[in-house]
């Protein structure tokens, strides 16, 4: 090497040193006071048309101050094909620009604000400048060409993370690429990350490594810059200010690409981690290639905590653009009353206007993100991609019903059934949980020949009319319709509040004793006995231990069935158990179910013994317009397949327990927490008075709505609404559960 730079150089005692590099490898030359760099690239016709590219580019800015220049060989050239140990290599030297890297300065408003000057000043230098090598390229690391990326996905190791970078990808196919035929394009350096900007004296001197060159949309410069610069950052949209309030000073940024620049600026991350994952498998010794890759995923996940809205917001107000405010929650209130009854309740003191939405997210319309640990529809996430993605297609494929033969419902017929035990298995599917709690009970009166159903207190089991007369809950509301003759309420085996409590070992035992006190006294036979195996409208009660075991053979025994509604408390929510009824040791005749099994979309099942299915064939046909339609099987399905990739009911279990350690150690700060129940990611918190075991509604419902200000949804329920329920997606993390805890803390704090 040194005989070479001596011989086309004319370099003398010259040092060389190798750097880290991504895919070529570049050298350090010293001589005297003089700096130069080598670079070297393994050959390829390709590669030597860009690098010739990039040298013309380079000679064009003609600015040895704040670009690198081409040097000559002895030959006049500025690229020369040499063989190097052996290696048919590309050779090139440039002039050392001095300077300190972007990534090891201090960080100032002021070297920000330069550095967005100095962007749009090397912007307006190639506003102008052509070349055909570089307009042709179409490679991973421009924006514009994002899809490129997803033969990378799977080599992302983690499921949740794959699934994350598909939601991205999904966003940018939605909101960006139909406004990219209107945007400005331009050759720009497409890589003005923290190794690649210099700085001096507090104020950015200097752009290195034009290797990244591409024909690509103006607004993708600032994506990548300030990407890079702000992805350590605990406030990114803060910083982004800057850059953008300076380099539109200096090159004016237009509305329509401010609208779009939250989701490039993802994109960019998105291209980041893929690569990065790539590198890793196919040169796992490549650090260079992955050594920004934790940052990138800690702002991935950043990103999306920040409300899409607020980042447009932010950035328009840094560039002096106005924004359309929404219609107030009154106004908003006012309209849909003008249609929708009243009837139709709203969550919180202050409503909250949605507009989108992303795993544990939710996004108003007013820019907040709100952290969701409430509902629990969205079970593997909102707008999970992979959802979404067997929605899309499955809908623009075949949509019919039951009467034609279709591969999606025995495929899911099947996969959902492998999770139950073997005598439960025939399936009904319906359109929600209520249909479902109505089916089985039609079922249920066929195959028993039986009028009387036995329910559980505080229950609730949807919202058709059959549903409402089996639903304490709502049955027994003030405003409600009262309890039927035919419908035989038995105590919930409460072991806080009600007779047996936690401290006797044998509460089940007992409060099961009285319940078949009941059954055996009762003036008919009882078709089935129904209950959630944590109640939820109850206040997240769990049904106390040994209490099924004892209830299900008297129910049996008369010639009932039972019922498990595993509406809430099914597919994985509770960590140890895929079903509720697990729990407890049971197999039920018959489970309903619905709410998360589609993950929103409008889906319910019955599932329930060959025996009963049976009696019920001899009646008349049974059919669901849209139960069990391919859509509905195939969103079903791919729910299924997200719990298991993303190890979603392992998540529970372990986000769940910490979750409930968190809620304990509050109980110790505070003797206004009576009691603390529930598994997995189905936990509930009761509210008290002090000193005493009264219900403080008034606390709890401050609680709710305080967490709602702080941008936190959690809902209130029980008796006496004075429990603290929380059932988030699957996806919360332990950070979230902090999160929650903290707040409630803080809360629990003032109201002292």
Known sequence: MNKLLQIEFGLQEVKVKKLDGYENANYLVKTGDENYIFKTYKYNDELLDFVNAENETLLFLQNKNKYPTPLQFKDNSYIKILNID??????????????????????????????????????????????NTIKARQWEWDIQYLNLNKKYINDIPNAKDRNTIRYFFQQFEEIVNPVLPSLRKQIIHNDANEWNVLSKNGEVSGFIDFGDLAHSFLINELAVAITYACYNKEKPLKWASVILTSYHSRLPIEEKEIKIL??????????????????????????????????????????????????????????GLTFEKPLTIKDLIKKRERNISPIL??????????????????????????????????????????????????????????????????????????????????????????????????????????????????????????????????????????????????????TYRGKFTANDKNAGKKYAQEAISQINNSNLPIAAFISEPIVGCAGQVPLADGYLKEVYPAIRKQGGICISDEVQTGFGRLGDYFWGFEAHNVIPDMVIIGKPMANGHPMGAVICTEEIAESFSKGVEFFSSFGGNPVSCAVATSVLEVIEEEKLQENAKIVGDYYKSLFFELQRKYNVIGDIRGSGLFLGMEIIRENSMDPNVELAHRIKNELRNKNILISTDGPFDSVIKTKPALCFTKDNAKKVVENIDEILKASR
């Open 86 to 131: 052996g290696e048919k290599l590309i050779c090139r030297m440039l002039s050392f620009l001095d300077g300190q890297f972007l990534g090891n300065a201090i960080h100032t408003k002021n070297i920000f604000q330069s550095f967005g000057l100095s962007l749009a000043e090397m912007n307006l230098n190639l506003k102008n400048y052509k070349n």
């Open 262 to 319: 939250y989701y490039l600026i993802a994109a960019r991350l998105v291209i980041s981690v893929c690569n990065s994952a790539h590198s890793r498998k196919v040169d796992p010794q490549n650090t260079y290639a992955t050594s920004s890759e934790k940052n990138a995923w800690q702002m991935l996940y950043k990103w999306l905590s920040i409300n899409p809205i607020n980042a447009e917001n932010t950035f328009r107000e840094a560039i």
């Open 345 to 494: 309740s709203l969550s919180y003191a202050k409503p909250i206007y949605m507009v989108r939405s992303a795993f544990q997210y939710m996004y108003d319309a007013y820019g907040n993100t709100f952290l969701d640990a409430y509902n629990n529809i969205p079970h593997v996430g909102h707008s999970h991609p992979k959802v979404v993605t067997a929605g899309q297609r499955q809908m623009a494929t075949l949509n019919t019903n039951t009467r034609y033969l279709y591969d999606q419902l025995s495929d899911y017929a099947e996969k959902l059934l492998s999770k139950f035990p073997a005598s439960l298995n025939k399936v009904y599917f319906v359109n929600s949980g209520s249909a479902a709690s109505d089916l089985a009970i039609r079922i249920t009166k066929i195959h028993t020949g039986y009028e009387k159903l036995m329910v559980m207190e505080h229950g609730y089991h949807g919202h058709t009319q059959t549903a409402t007369d089996i639903s304490d809950y709502k049955f027994n509301n003030p405003k409600g319709q009262g309890q039927k003759d035919f419908i035989l309420k038995t105590q919930i085996p409460d």
